[in-house]
T-cell receptor, first 116, second 116 residues
Framework: GAVVSQHPSRVICKSGTSVKIECRSL??????MFWYRQFPKQSLMLMAT?????????EQGVEKDKFLINHASLTLSTLTVTSAHPEDSSFYIC????????????FGPGTRLTVL | AQSVTQPDIHITVSEGASLELRCNYS??????LFWYVQSPGQGLQLLLK??????LVQGIKGFEAEFKRSQSSFNLRKPSVHWSDAAEYFC??????????????FGKGTLLTVNP
């Protein structure tokens, strides 16, 4: 139980284009999902908290217009990197809270974004 | 604000040897503590967690961790390491009132190499 998937696992795009990353909870409904960014050999940095049916809450320093988050259903949250640039290249990981345990996050496998 | 320190960036052990990964935290109240493992290019898998009660917690894959309030530590241990344990290990502290207010702060991680 508590399986979280991400799609795609890897994506390469040209500078200036937008990329959408999906995060799905496969066997449970997640009212809250989180988006993290991980630089090479670094820790995870929380970007935003995504709540189903409401606006995401962004951490300080994260550009809301750059990283668009939509949590349209109880099993899906999407992160769109708009007008991507090479500095946006990173490993993006989502996590979700299960309804029964709102104090434990279950993580997806991550998405490697490379912007050329 | 909470913080997590993992003093060891990289540890190398021989297969079959015992392992201890250090984690120190800073948090004003009783913390929720977690250990996650990340294999290369993968998301994070929860190894174990501490919320309250018995300060020695057992996790998956033969790992255990001990919460020591007096030392603000939550060190991860395994009596006999297997080659498949080679990965990056992250300690995290959780804080907040639960649900979308609940946030994890991660340490920088410890990379474990296992020699045959």
């Amino acid at each position: 139980g508590a399986v979280v998937s991400q799609h795609p696992s890897r994506v390469i795009c040209k500078s200036g284009t937008s990329v959408k990353i999906e995060c799905r909870s496969l066997d449970f409904q997640a009212t809250t999902m989180f988006w993290y960014r991980q630089f090479p050999k670094q820790s995870l940095m929380l970007m935003a908290t995504s709540n189903e049916g409401s606006k995401a809450t962004y951490e300080q320093g994260v550009e809301k217009d750059k990283f668009l988050i939509n949590h349209a259903s109880l099993t899906l949250s999407t992160l769109t990197v708009t007008s991507a640039h090479p500095e946006d290249s990173s490993f993006y990981i989502c996590s979700a809270l299960t309804p029964l345990r709102t104090d434990t996050q279950y993580f997806g496998p991550g998405t490697r974004l490379t912007v050329l | 604000a909470q913080s997590v320190t993992q003093p060891d960036i990289h540890i190398t052990v021989s297969e079959g040897a015992s392992l201890e990964l250090r984690c120190n935290y800073s948090y004003g109240a009783t913390p929720y503590l977690f250990w996650y493992v990340q294999s290369p290019g993968q998301g994070l898998q929860l190894l174990l967690k501490y919320f309250s009660g018995d300060t020695l917690v057992q996790g998956i894959k033969g790992f255990e961790a001990e919460f020591k309030r007096s030392q603000s530590s939550f060190n991860l241990r395994k009596p006999s390491v297997h080659w498949s344990d080679a990965a990056e290990y992250f300690c995290a502290v959780g804080a907040g009132s639960g649900g979308s207010n609940y946030k994890l702060t991660f340490g920088k991680g410890t990379l474990l190499t296992v020699n045959p």
